[in-house]
């Protein structure tokens, strides 16, 4: 399905879903709407592959999308002709991955243990259970939850002094650490915002034309993709401040949080755009 003149890429957790329940019920009609007028809408999470085509089946949708804080791009076979320029054929999708697999971080984490121990816990560490306790998720989603490729999830639990420097020692040993709105994520060298540019890229290869991008999110670790949109839409959250963004030309900062900021802000930013998706 290709595009029309916009794409919009979103945050899930604490934007388009609910921070406490998860629902995506307050922007149901004008997704639903963005569907009938060819806009895609392409989830851009910390959530991991089998959480996303859950949700995808949930909400009837077949565009691409980016899991896990944008260490890969799956795009549908459907949808295109040409394969794209390094990405390989798996089951439905063509998948571009941005960084090494969850492996890769094992032995960099139980190095980091020695040195602050008791001081964080990840998702690998608590199982499904601990998973379930820490993020209110039922079983079926905390499973879907711990199915991550290409990091780790873990929950910082000494201070803010110690957390620069087991950042530094993250980043001294080839990881790097994105905060979310609840938990903290253990990855390669890229963000939201570099899968955000892959993506716009091949689209822009594939239509020839001109495209626009627009992003939403509500967290730290959603800057590189606001900063990185034509249009950002920041959404207020009830569990933290409003991370910084750079200067931007467009940056609108919603009254309402979630669900109901995230369907607020991109009806703002149709009409100031005179795209009529009614």
């Known amino acids: 399905m290709m595009p029309t003149s916009l794409v919009i890429?979103?945050?899930?957790?604490?934007?388009?879903?609910?921070?406490?329940?998860?629902?995506h019920?307050?922007?149901?009609?004008?997704?639903?709407?963005?569907?009938?007028?060819?806009?895609p809408v392409i989830p851009c999470t910390?959530?991991?592959?089998?959480?996303?085509?859950?949700?995808?089946?949930?909400?009837?949708?077949?565009?691409?999308?980016?899991v896990e804080n944008g260490a890969a791009i799956l795009i549908p076979e459907a949808d295109i002709a040409q394969p794209p320029e390094g990405c390989r054929l798996e089951g439905q999708f063509y998948i571009?991955?941005?960084?090494p697999d969850k492996a890769h971080w094992y032995p960099l984490l139980e190095s980091l243990r020695i040195h602050f121990d008791g001081e964080f816990i990840t998702f690998n560490q608590v199982g499904i259970d601990g998973v379930m306790q820490m993020t209110g998720l039922d079983q079926e989603q905390a499973e879907l939850a711990c199915t991550r490729e290409y990091g780790?999830?873990?929950?910082?639990?000494?201070?803010?002094?110690?957390?620069?420097?087991?950042?530094?020692?993250?980043?001294?040993?080839?990881g790097q650490l994105l905060h979310g709105g609840r938990f903290t994520h253990l990855t390669g060298d890229t963000d939201k915002g570099r899968a955000l540019k892959w993506l716009m890229t091949f689209y822009q290869q594939q239509t020839m034309q001109p495209l626009l991008s627009v992003a939403l999110g509500d967290?730290?670790?959603?800057?590189?993709?606001?900063?990185s949109a034509d249009y950002a839409i920041l959404i207020r959250s009830p569990a933290h401040a409003l991370p910084e963004i750079a200067e931007h030309e467009y940056l609108q900062v919603t009254e309402h949080m979630g669900p109901k900021g995230w369907a607020e802000g991109l009806t703002k930013l149709l009409e100031t755009l005179s795209i009529d998706i009614n």
């Open 9 to 23: 890429f979103t945050d899930l957790d604490g934007s388009l879903l609910d921070h406490y329940d998860y629902s």
């Open 25 to 39: 019920a307050p922007a149901d009609d004008i997704l639903k709407r963005l569907q009938t007028a060819n806009i």
């Open 46 to 66: 910390s959530k991991t592959r089998l959480e996303c085509e859950s949700l995808r089946k949930e909400l009837d949708s077949h565009t691409p999308f980016i």
């Open 96 to 99: 571009k991955n941005m960084v």
């Open 152 to 174: 780790e999830i873990l929950k910082w639990l000494g201070s803010p002094q110690r957390y620069l420097q087991f950042k530094h020692d993250v980043e001294a040993g080839g």
């Open 219 to 227: 967290s730290h670790n959603d800057v590189a993709m606001l900063e």
